[in-house]
């Protein structure tokens, strides 16, 4: 081969920063870069009390932000989400009413990953293409939100189910902590397990993995069921926070949520990308939020900068995939 | 009188393949004039270059004496030269008129002319001889029909060639003669006709002039009177050998079956498939593309459903429903189309070796990465796969090397039946003599190989025996002594077979 010599004769940092492209720590650049700049331009991004904020305001769209980077890995959109949350708060509440708080919480998250379940069914008996069959379960499941509450708010005065919600333990809210948990949860299952291989397969070539004997509507179908895991976990939190929930609580949270993923740097031609980028993504998003408060900049900024950031991860998604 | 379209010299590659090599011919400015060859001869690219679909590499393409360069199937049409593809290109919900006259209708700023269209519409109809109803559907029309809305459209655009590449392949026989006496009517109207086709008798039966394509050269250009069928196999399969084979092993005759198909029927494309495998035997199975040699090893391997059918697998009937079932019979499948069905292309090496058995290397669903990097390294170096990691994405490597993580796929746990179909395309000639070798020595280990390829010398090279099949059909079966390229060929164009 012609190209080794040329290799052999670059010192050793070069082959590294040569293997390390653009496409693949673009986000940690961005990410490091805005989180250095916002430490020493402001005093009060830094501090302890500012971070633990962030993970608390930003808990239920980061784990539906996981969720959509499994599914978008898969090959698939879950354009549900949003509408999950709002149906799974509204249950939890309602559930915590009628039996007890706990109970409440737990039905909350058993209804997300049941609805994630049914996405992944409904899709597989259709055929149709996800983003539209999600789209239509997402109607569906926001009609469903305004039939159990009869469109009014459902308050929950027994404190005991503003717990996890609002409590707070090692300096972080529990909402936090059960974002940060699912996120390695998520990592472990994609990047260790045979599942996770799949995963990457059947967004990589579904007819390739069919055809090495893989179950591809199965493992979408799982995938679904995670997002749906996510949305419960996201609804009940959000429903434990307020002690309160209405049928519009979730509305539009999925195309936050699948921003980031993008931003990420996840492919939405699928195959690619990881959880831990869904991860930073969704904290790119939080930081940019923070700074423009912390600097007070008229917040109506960042929607444009919001928008930018998706047209670049993408452009350059697409840009990178064609020269390699 | 000067010919309307001539080639001087034109090569075209792609990627290291010569798909076309020194081609010069010259087309007439009316009447049909036929190209024929074998699969993969060179004459779909010879056509996409007059037509404007493919730049020539090297050579001039001259028009009207001047020589021309198309950058598109748009700058050929301007000059008179359009195309009617193997796939109908209309749109379905619109009327025949509506297709015809699309983007050429007569208009005022904008607003269309109906009455005017409709003028323009009833002289086509007129000057072809068609009689089509201008306000039907055209999704409705059966394919025949919306061929001749295809050549219509053509003929509005002022078309003084038409290049039709394998127009009767969808069609049944009533129809194929339908529209070649269409063709006909068309050259007698002064319109030239490109005609590239299979079927030897429907081009000897319309062609003034025929040119034969072999390995993208062309042979010979010559009146189709001075022409047989026969003649023409001939000149396709010609006497050069380009490659050498592995010598065969013997098989022994009283090997077990391993597989046996019987009746295996699909549709048009499967009719009354039966054959069987013994343990340590290569069967070829020849014919064109679209004979169904694809749809045999994807019906055997569960990846399409069957009307009917029986597979058993040593003795023992079974059913595959899917291609997971199948796999775990110990059956693999190569795809036809590695980069589609076969590979996960950007992901690694290791994942795609290990993805059909990942089960074998993890324990509780976790993958065990250590164990299932050793054998990927084993493989790879057992099957001399050249890539700078296990960890390097399959799109980095080349066709050759890709075909071998194929292969390495399926020998992690080795099958008892292999379904190779076509294993050395766009393979370079080095990796292609060591697929071939892997293919007689899996076959020695006892595997029985099913081994589908458009190139007939690669199936008679390496196979015992050899099955041919025609639209659907297994047509004829030869031994090893008696599978020469005449006979296979003759079968497959159903031609007299020299007995």
Redesign the interface.
């Known amino acids: 081969m012609s190209a080794e010599p040329v290799a052999a004769q670059q010192p050793p940092w070069m082959r590294v920063v040569r293997s390390v492209n653009l496409r693949d720590y673009g986000i940690v650049v961005a990410f490091l870069a805005l989180f250095i700049g916002l430490t020493f331009s402001t005093n009060t991004f830094f501090t302890q009390n500012n971070f633990a904020n962030i993970l608390d305001q930003w808990a239920a769209l980061g784990l539906l932000a996981i969720g959509e980077t499994i599914c978008i890995i898969a090959g698939v959109f879950d354009l549900s989400t949003g509408a999950m949350v709002s149906v799974t708060a509204v249950v939890a509440c309602k559930v915590a009413l009628s039996v007890s708080p706990t109970m409440g919480l737990v039905a909350g998250v058993a209804t997300g990953l049941g609805l994630g379940i049914a996405n992944g069914i409904v899709i597989h008996l259709t055929r149709i293409n996800s983003f539209i069959g999600t789209l239509a379960m997402a109607i569906v499941y926001a009609g469903v939100a305004i039939l159990i509450t009869g469109g009014n708010i459902v308050t929950v005065t027994d404190s005991s189910f503003g717990a996890i919600g609002q409590d707070m333990g090692l300096g972080i809210k529990y909402t936090g902590w059960t974002f940060i948990a699912f996120t390695v949860f998520a990592a472990l299952l994609l990047a260790r397990t045979t599942f996770g291989r799949y995963v990457y397969a059947v967004g990589g070539n579904a007819e390739a993995s069919r055809l090495s004997g893989i179950r591809v509507d199965v493992i979408r179908g799982a995938c679904f069921a995670l997002s749906g895991l996510a949305a419960g976990l996201a609804g009940m939190l959000l429903a434990s926070r307020t002690q309160s929930a209405q049928a519009n609580l979730g509305a539009g949270m999925e195309l936050t949520a699948i921003s980031a993923a993008v931003v990420g740097g996840t492919s939405i031609l699928g195959g690619d990308g990881a959880v831990w980028r869904g991860f930073l993504g969704i904290m790119l998003l939080a930081i940019i939020g923070n700074g423009f408060n912390l600097l007070n900049i008229n917040t109506t900024y960042q929607q444009i900068v919001y928008g930018g950031l998706i047209l670049i991860a993408v452009a350059a998604d697409q840009l990178l995939r064609r020269r390699a | 009188m000067p010919p309307l379209v001539e080639l001087r010299d034109v090569s075209k590659s792609f990627g290291g393949v010569h798909a076309v090599v020194d081609a010069s011919v010259s087309f007439a400015r009316a009447g049909i004039h036929g190209i024929v060859g074998e699969n993969g001869a060179g004459k779909s690219t010879l056509s996409k270059i007059i037509s404007g679909v493919y730049e020539p590499d090297e050579g001039e393409l001259i028009v009207d004496e001047e020589p021309l360069r198309f950058h598109s199937p748009r700058d050929a049409l301007a000059t008179g030269i359009a195309t009617i593809a193997q796939e109908i290109a209309l749109v379905p919900k619109a009327t025949v008129e509506e297709n015809v006259m699309l983007g050429i209708e007569s208009n005022t700023a904008g607003v269309v002319r109906r009455g005017d269209v409709r003028r323009r519409f009833n002289a086509l109809n007129e000057r072809t001889g068609f009689r089509l109803r201008p306000t039907a559907r055209v999704g409705a029309l059966r394919t025949a029909e919306q061929q001749k809305v295809e050549i219509m459209r053509a003929i509005a655009r002022d078309a003084r060639m038409i290049v039709m590449d394998e127009p009767t392949a969808a069609l049944t026989r009533d129809e194929s003669d339908r529209l070649l006496e269409i063709i006909r009517q068309l050259a007698a109207g002064g319109t030239a006709v490109l005609l590239i086709s299979h079927y030897l008798d429907e081009v000897l039966s319309v062609c003034e002039t025929v040119t034969v394509m072999r390995n993208g050269r062309i042979v010979r250009t010559s009146p189709a009177a001075n022409e047989t069928p026969q003649s023409l196999v001939n000149a396709m399969v010609g006497r050069e050998i380009t490659l050498e084979y592995p010598s065969k092993k013997l098989r022994p005759e009283e090997a077990p079956v391993v597989l046996e198909v019987r009746g295996l029927t699909r549709g048009r494309e499967l009719d009354d498939i039966s054959f069987e495998i013994r343990a340590g035997e290569i069967l070829g199975l020849a014919g064109l593309v679209g004979s169904g040699r694809t749809e045999v090893a994807r019906a055997v391997?569960g990846?399409d459903r069957v009307d009917a059918g029986e597979i058993e697998l040593e003795g023992r009937p079974v059913r595959l429903r899917?291609?997971?079932q199948?796999?775990?019979h110990g059956i693999a499948?190569l795809?036809e189309n590695r980069k589609?069905?076969?590979?996960?292309?950007?992901?690694s090496v290791r994942?795609n070796v290990t993805?059909?058995t990942?089960?074998d290397f993890?324990e509780a669903?976790?993958?065990n990465g250590l164990r299932e990097r050793a054998t990927t390294r084993r493989l790879a170096s057992e099957l001399a796969i050249?890539t700078p990691s296990v960890d390097a994405?399959v799109?980095?490597l080349s066709g050759g090397n890709q075909q071998k993580v194929l292969f390495a796929?399926w020998l992690v746990r080795p099958p008892r039946v292999l379904l190779a179909d076509e294993p050395t395309r766009g393979v370079d000639v080095g990796a292609k003599r060591q697929i071939h070798e892997l293919i007689v020595e899996l076959a020695d280990q006892g595997m029985a190989v099913l081994l589908i390829s458009s190139e007939l010398e690669e199936v008679i090279g390496l196979a015992h025996r050899v099955l041919v099949m025609r639209r659907g059909r297994i047509v004829a079966e030869y031994d090893s002594e008696q599978a020469t390229m005449d006979r296979v060929m003759a079968a497959a164009f159903a031609t007299e077979a020299v007995a």
Do not use: D, N, Y
């Open positions: 391997f990846a899917s291609p997971r199948a796999a775990r499948m795809p589609e069905q076969g590979l996960v292309m950007i992901r994942e993805l059909a990942l089960g993890s669903g976790l993958v050249r994405p799109v980095t796929k």
